[in-house]
């Protein structure tokens, strides 16, 4: 029972993870119609800049905001230097160009902090595991993930759905041209729906990183899972992306969790322990692939254009 | 098709007159890499070709394709292991998954459009890539090695290096005439007219969806041929040939030769992999120069080498 709590709420942690990067990639998607694999990549940057700034300054918080600062510099540096152009081309190009992107960054990173990977350590009162229910100790740390990622949804929800700008996004979302001809400067709103996705990623991937290491090539896996719920959540709805991001995040987590112990009631323990973790991988994109092929928009579509 | 003497056709004679020679250079030069590599580039050349009979006159964007890849390889890999070495055996029972995996999962993609597309053969390709990992019998992770490869009997001899270029040499001048076959018959015609307008076809009584997924299957079938030549070529196969990147690089081949050009995605892949061996002498971060310059290429270069070549014929 205890194992199920613990379980679930790694569930839900990750879950809220992949709802941060998702949250960016499917308003720049539904937006501005561009795909955009680069996303993980600032995921990585984020990651790789907390480290660096944890570090530098010596303080967590500190080295925390300053990073944050920086994915989202980057993101609007890399938006209004590259990606701004391609708006309006074909997915395709899109794809190829963002995909020219992953290979720049992870051997940038390569360059600059070497091919090893580096740890961002917690401080003290981060780490002390927190008593949730009576007898349930649950650490600080992946505690303050859901807090914070909670925290941010509901942010992010009151911005895009009761504030001016929130109502230009939505807007934008279904039909660019006439908020254009409505007199919205929306090369601006782009260039700060983007900077706003670089953060949520950059928050996700330093917020993933002292649980996992910091290394090359962090973003993608993840990215891919990100896509996987757009694509089941509906692309462009937020309220989709973050359904299907607790869904998936479940998914894998007790999927990893529990599948070996039930797979060695059907089969030998050896042969269980070696299927369970590619069985739990493929879950995921089983159930994109059913969810596909049922509803092809996704299960939350936002508003038809 | 009428052949006349313009700048593109004069590059894809020089190239494919290159590619017969180059066993010759290779063994008066003594320069061995140079046969490995292009061997090398021949395989992928032929895998870019396969998915620009899709991608490029279908209209369908598949970032899976190096699934077959991994499926033409590991059937040979483990066939081989099982002890059955005959490629008589081993290269059919290649393109026969190929092309039941393709008809499996064209069957449910081509009901999605668009970015969905995209999204749900990455998916699948992704599914392939866990299922191999899985395979603990055949080395889950860490691949698995073939001690023999393919045996043709007294025909040909894989072992030998220039037989073997001049097999996967054929099997690419085959394909391409193969799908220069396909893309100029009546299925072909309506493969191209499904991609431009498929309400259209749909209308004056084509089954769009059959047709698309008849294609689908043919690519599939001719990137798992690539594959068991790469499982060939390198002695090895592991999950990581169908990993999402390695979709990346062929869909980068076919863009970069220039999509929907029948001699394009060959181009391309030579230009890719040269470049890429080409960096990698001067800097290891050859990356850094390569993503770039896949920027500038969709921004400024529409069309790839092909549409290049064919502008300057145009004058």
């Known amino acids: 029972m205890l194992v199920v709590v613990e379980q679930c709420l790694n569930g839900l942690q990750f879950g809220l993870l992949l709802f941060l990067l998702a949250a960016g990639l499917t308003l720049v998607f539904g937006i501005m119609d561009f795909v955009n694999l680069a996303h993980g990549s600032l995921y990585m940057m984020g990651a790789y800049f907390a480290a660096t700034f944890v570090a530098w300054t010596g303080s967590f918080v500190l080295g925390v905001v300053l990073a944050l600062g920086a994915t989202l510099l980057l993101g609007i540096l890399l938006e209004s230097v590259a990606l701004r152009h391609l708006y309006g081309r074909d997915h395709l190009d899109q794809v190829l160009a963002t995909f020219g992107l992953i290979l720049f960054f992870n051997d940038l990173v390569r360059l600059v902090w070497g091919p090893a990977g580096l740890a961002l350590p917690l401080p003290s009162w981060l780490t002390v595991p927190v008593q949730i229910l009576p007898g349930v100790y649950y650490p600080a740390y992946r505690l303050s993930i859901i807090i914070v990622a909670l925290a941010v949804a509901a942010m992010l929800y009151f911005v895009v759905m009761r504030t001016r700008i929130g109502m230009l996004i939505r807007a934008g979302a279904s039909n660019r041209e006439m908020i254009g001809a409505l007199g919205i400067n929306i090369k601006l709103l782009f260039t700060l729906v983007f900077g706003l996705g670089a953060a949520l990623a950059g928050l996700a991937g330093l917020m993933q990183a002292p649980i996992l290491t910091v290394q090359i090539g962090m973003g993608e896996n993840i990215l891919i899972l990100a896509f996987v719920i757009i694509v089941i959540g509906g692309i462009g709805s937020i309220r989709g992306a973050f359904m299907a991001a607790i869904f998936v995040g479940m998914i894998d987590t007790l999927g990893r969790a529990f599948l070996p112990d039930l797979l060695r009631k059907v089969l030998s323990s050896t042969a269980a322990s070696t299927a369970a973790p590619a069985l739990s991988s493929m879950l995921i994109y089983l159930l994109m692939a059913i969810i596909l092929v049922v509803r092809p928009e996704g299960l939350f579509p936002a508003a038809k254009r | ?315």
């Open chain 2, 1 to 315: 098709m009428k052949l006349s003497f313009n700048a593109r056709n004069v590059v894809v004679v020089l190239v494919i007159a290159g590619l017969l020679l180059l066993p010759v250079y290779s063994a008066l030069s003594g320069k061995v890499f140079v046969l490995t590599l292009f061997t090398r580039i021949i395989i992928f050349a032929l895998a870019a070709a396969s998915l620009n009979l899709i991608m490029g006159y279908g209209g369908m964007m598949s970032f899976g394709h190096a699934a077959y890849l991994g499926i033409g390889g590991y059937a040979v890999g483990i066939l081989a292991h099982e002890g059955i070495g005959s490629g008589f055996i081993q290269w059919p029972v290649a393109l026969i998954t190929s092309a039941l995996f393709a008809l499996v999962i064209g069957s449910l993609s081509l009901r999605t459009r668009g970015v969905y597309f995209i999204m749900i053969t990455l998916a699948f390709a992704q599914m392939a890539y866990y299922v191999a990992s899985g395979l603990s019998r055949y080395g889950g992770d860490d691949g698995l090695t073939i001690y023999k490869r393919s045996d043709f009997g007294g025909l040909i001899n894989l072992s030998d290096r220039v037989q073997f270029y001049y097999v996967c040499l054929a099997c690419l001048l085959g394909g391409v005439y193969l799908i220069w076959r396909i893309v100029n018959s009546r299925f072909g015609m309506v493969v191209q007219g499904v991609r431009s307008n498929e309400q259209r076809m749909q209308a004056i009584g084509f089954p769009a969806y059959r047709y698309r997924l008849v294609c689908f299957v043919i690519s599939g079938t001719i990137c798992g041929l690539a594959g068991a030549l790469l499982a060939n070529n390198t002695d090895f196969v592991s999950p990581a040939v169908m990993y999402w990147t390695r979709s990346g690089d062929l869909m980068v081949m076919v863009i970069f030769g220039g999509m929907g050009s029948l001699f394009g995605p060959v181009i391309g892949a030579i230009a890719f992999l040269l470049l890429e061996e080409f960096l990698s002498q001067f800097t290891e971060y050859w990356a850094l120069i390569m993503g770039p310059l896949l920027l500038l290429i969709v921004l400024f270069a529409r069309g790839g080498i092909m549409g290049i070549l064919g502008r300057f014929s145009r004058g």
